[in-house]
């Protein structure tokens, strides 16, 4: 399968507990997307990634959150002293940016990973 | 950021029924995307509409994209149990690259 991955796809913690989430985009994408989505809501944006850079982040990403891409593959996430109100799925998408003679941009969208903190 | 609105927010129907779902923005969209999420998995992205006017078909599933490209809709013709799920319109806002902004999506559930 060559899609997007996640891993782990369940997290259970405790509050005040740090939390890590790897994102596998799928190969050679450059671009890579963290989103949150919490239960019967659409994802929201939280930061992305072209290749090894940061480009955006929300304010949505608090400082307790830290995400890095340190070779432009993979990406971790971490939410540092977890909060109850992080409860959510952590989406992970990629996509090939600047393909010339492409319109538009696609996400790939992975499995997520489903927080709950209790 | 620009906001979409989706409606209804829920809809349950029986199998053979057709649907229409909506997504509406007071912006213009440089694209629109619309997906499926399952319980438990992520998206997945059924079309992207660009061109006002525009109406494209996927098997049963009818997209259609605003004249103005202030608003696109969904339409299923005879649903059926296996196209439950959450469907959510997307852009990237003026244009087409980027970050997506989600509507909060219309929870659809077809009873056999």
């Known amino acids: 399968d060559t899609g997007v991955s996640q891993d782990p796809r369940h997290k259970i913690t405790k509050r005040g507990q740090n939390v890590t989430f790897r994102c596998d985009p799928i190969s050679e994408h450059n671009r890579l997307y963290w989103y949150r989505q919490t239960l019967g809501q659409g994802p929201e944006f939280l930061t992305y990634?072209?290749?090894?850079?940061?480009?955006?982040k929300s304010r949505l990403l608090s400082d307790r959150f830290s995400a890095e891409r340190p070779k432009g593959s993979f990406s971790t996430l971490e939410i540092q002293r977890t909060e109850q109100g992080d409860s959510a799925m952590y989406l992970c998408?990629?996509?090939?940016?600047?393909?010339?003679?492409?319109?538009?941009?696609?996400?790939?969208f992975g499995p997520g990973t489903r927080l709950l903190v209790l | 950021t620009q906001l979409l609105e989706q409606s209804p927010q829920f809809l349950s129907i029986q199998e053979g029924e057709n649907l229409t779902v909506y997504c509406n923005s007071s912006s213009v969209f440089s694209s629109l995307q619309w997906y499926r999420q399952e319980p438990g998995e992520g998206p997945v992205l059924l079309v992207t509409?660009?061109?006002?006017?525009e109406v494209k078909k996927l098997k049963r599933l009818t997209f259609q994209f605003g004249d103005a490209r202030k608003d696109s809709s969904l339409h299923i013709t005879a649903a059926q149990p296996g196209d439950t799920g959450l469907y959510l319109c997307a852009t990237a806002g003026g244009t087409s690259y980027g970050k997506l902004t989600f509507g909060q999506g219309t929870i659809l559930t077809v009873h056999p």
């Open positions: 990634f072209q290749n090894e850079a940061q480009l955006e």
């Open positions: 509409v660009v061109t006002g006017g």
């Open positions: 998408a990629s996509s090939l940016w600047g393909l010339a003679g492409t319109r538009g941009e696609t996400q790939y």
